[in-house]
C-alpha cells in the first residue's frame, strides 16, 4: 500500500472517519428534528391553543391528534431510534454494518409510511383513506423489518456475546415489528368508520393497548438497554449486573404485553373488576424502572471519569425522573378519575403521555444527541455551551403543560396556560436542533488533522 493511502488511514483513524457507516445517522436525525419542529411541537402548541379557547382537552378533533401522534412516534422517536442504531450499535457489536446501502432507502419509506398515514387521519372517512393507511403501514412495516434484520445479522456476525442490555434492544425491536401493523390496522379502522362514534369506541378500546406497546415495551427497552450499555461508560456510575439486566428485560416486556391485552379485555368485557388488573403490569414497570436506576443516585449530579460534569448529564437525570413521574401517573389514572368524578379522565391521561414522551423519551435524546453528535463531527463537547436554557425550557414548559392539563378537570379555566406551555418547549427545542445542525454540518469543517514530527496526530478543534 502506497505512504499516502497509509496515511490517510491514520487519519481518518484518529479522526472516527474509518467506520463503514460515519455518517448514516445523520439523514434519521435531520429528519427527525425537521419532523419534531414542524408536525411535533409547531403543531402540538397550535392544538394548545384551540385546547384553550376551547377550555377543554377534547377540544381538538380525534383524528387530527392521531395524526400528530404518527408524527412523534414513528416521525421523532422512530427516526431518532434507527439512526443511532445504525451508527453505534455496529461499533458496539464490533463488527461492520450489514448491507449498509439500505440505510436510506429505509430511512425514506419509514418517513413516507408515517407520510401516508398522516394524511390518512386528515382525510378520515373519504374516499381512499382507508387504501391509503394500509399502504403507509405495509411500507413502514417492510422497513421496519429490513431494519431489524440488519442489526440481527450484524450483531450475528460480530464478536460479543448476548448481554442484557444487548437483549433490551432486540426486545425493543421486536415490539417494534408488532406494533407497526397494527398501528396500520388500528389507523385503517379509524379512517374507514361510518360514524365519529364508532372512531370513538375504536380509539377508545385500543389505542391505549396501542400505546402501551410503543411506548413501555419499544421505547422504554431501547432506552433502558443503552443507557444501562453507555452511560457507565461516560460517567462514574456502577454497570448493572447481568442478572439484573435480565430480570428488567423480563419485566418490562411481561408488563408491555400483559397491560395491553387486559386494556382490551377490560374495554370489550366493560367490567372494572378486570380494570383493577392494570395495577400489576404497571408496579411491574415501576419495580424494574426504580432497579434500574437506584444505584446510580441520580440525585447527585453526574460527574465523568475525569470528575467534570458533563452536560448530558442533567437532561439524563431529568429524563429518569419523569419517567418515573410518569409511571406514578399511570398508577394514579384511577383514582383521579374517582376523584374528578368521571368515567375517564382524558386529561390526566394525556398529562401521562406527555411526562413520558417529552419528560422521558425526549429529554434522554436531547442529551444523548449532545454528547454523542459533536464527537462524530470532530466537535469536543466540553468546549460547547451547556446547554442550561434548552434544560430550563423544556422542563418548565413540560411542567406547566402537565400542571394546565390536569387543571382543566377541576377548572376549564387553566387551560389558558396551555399555550404559554407550548412556547416554552418549542423554544427549548428550537435552540437545542440550531445547536445540532451547528455540530453536524460545521463540525467536520472546523476540524483539522495535523501529523507531529514525532509522527504522532493531533486533532485541532477550531470550533
Known amino acids: 500500500m502506497c505512504k499516502r493511502s497509509l496515511e490517510k488511514r491514520r487519519i481518518a483513524s484518529a479522526t472516527g472517519q474509518h467506520d463503514q457507516t460515519p455518517t448514516y445517522y445523520r439523514g434519521f436525525f435531520v429528519g427527525a428534528i425537521l419532523i419534531m419542529l414542524t408536525a411535533g411541537v409547531s403543531w402540538g402548541t397550535w392544538f394548545l391553543v384551540q385546547i384553550a379557547l376551547a377550555g377543554k382537552v377534547t377540544g381538538v378533533s380525534l383524528h387530527t391528534i392521531n395524526a400528530h401522534g404518527q408524527t412523534v412516534i414513528y416521525g421523532f422517536l422512530g427516526l431518532f431510534i434507527l439512526g443511532f442504531a445504525y451508527q453505534a450499535f455496529p461499533r458496539l457489536w464490533q463488527n461492520p454494518l450489514v448491507a449498509p446501502a439500505m440505510c436510506k432507502p429505509v430511512l425514506v419509506a419509514m418517513v413516507s409510511g408515517m407520510a401516508l398515514l398522516v394524511i390518512a ?15 403507509g403501514g405495509v411500507i413502514q412495516t417492510i422497513a421496519a423489518g429490513v431494519f431489524v434484520w440488519q442489526m ?11 448481554a442484557g442490555s444487548t437483549a433490551m434492544i432486540f426486545a425493543a425491536f421486536g415490539f417494534l415489528l408488532l406494533h407497526t401493523p397494527l398501528n396500520a390496522a388500528h389507523t385503517y379502522n379509524l379512517v374507514t368508520t361510518e360514524s365519529k362514534y364508532e372512531a370513538i369506541y375504536f380509539t377508545s378500546v385500543y389505542q391505549p393497548a396501542l400505546r402501551y406497546l410503543q411506548f413501555h415495551g419499544m421505547t422504554l427497552l431501547i432506552i433502558f438497554g443503552v443507557a444501562s450499555r453507555l452511560l457507565p461508560s461516560f460517567f462514574t456510575i ?8 435480565w430480570f428488567i428485560l ?23 373488576h ?3 388488573l392494570l395495577i400489576v ?3 411491574m414497570l415501576l419495580t424494574a424502572s426504580v432497579a434500574l436506576v437506584w444505584p446510580w443516585k441520580l440525585w447527585r449530579p453526574l460527574r465523568d471519569t475525569s470528575g467534570r460534569i458533563d452536560r448530558m448529564g442533567k437532561f439524563v437525570r431529568a429524563s429518569f425522573v419523569w419517567l418515573i413521574v410518569s409511571l406514578l401517573m399511570t398508577i394514579a389514572q384511577p383514582a383521579w378519575s374517582h376523584y374528578v368524578d368521571t368515567y375517564f379522565s382524558h386529561a390526566w391521561y394525556g398529562a401521562t403521555r406527555q411526562a413520558f414522551t417529552v419528560g422521558f423519551a425526549t429529554m434522554m435524546i436531547i442529551g444523548f444527541t449532545l454528547r454523542i453528535v459533536p464527537n462524530l463531527n470532530g466537535i469536543f463537547p466540553n468546549t460547547l455551551p451547556t446547554m442550561r436554557s434548552v434544560f430550563l425550557l423544556i422542563n418548565a414548559g413540560l411542567l406547566l403543560h402537565i400542571l394546565g392539563q390536569i387543571g382543566v378537570d377541576i377548572d376549564s379555566r387553566t387551560a389558558r396556560v396551555l399555550p404559554f406551555a407550548g412556547l416554552l418547549q ?6 437545542w436542533a440550531s445547536h445540532l445542525f ?5 463540525g467536520r469543517r472546523v476540524n483539522r488533522v495535523v501529523v507531529k514530527p514525532s509522527g504522532r496526530l493531533v486533532v485541532l478543534n477550531q470550533a
Do not use: N, Y
Open 438 to 442: 451547528l455540530c453536524m454540518f460545521r
Open 426 to 431: 418549542l423554544s427549548a427545542i428550537v435552540v
Open 238 to 245: 456502577p454497570r448493572p449486573g447481568e442478572r439484573k439486566l
Open 250 to 272: 423480563a419485566s418490562i416486556a411481561a408488563a408491555a404485553l400483559i397491560e395491553a391485552a387486559i386494556f382490551v379485555w377490560f374495554r370489550i368485557a366493560e367490567d372494572h
Open 121 to 135: 387521519e386528515l382525510r378520515a372517512e373519504q374516499t381512499g383513506a382507508g387504501a391509503l393507511a394500509i399502504t
Open 152 to 162: 440481527l445479522a450484524t450483531h450475528r456476525r460480530g464478536r460479543t456475546p448476548l
Open 274 to 276: 378486570i380494570a383493577m
Open 281 to 283: 403490569p404497571w408496579t
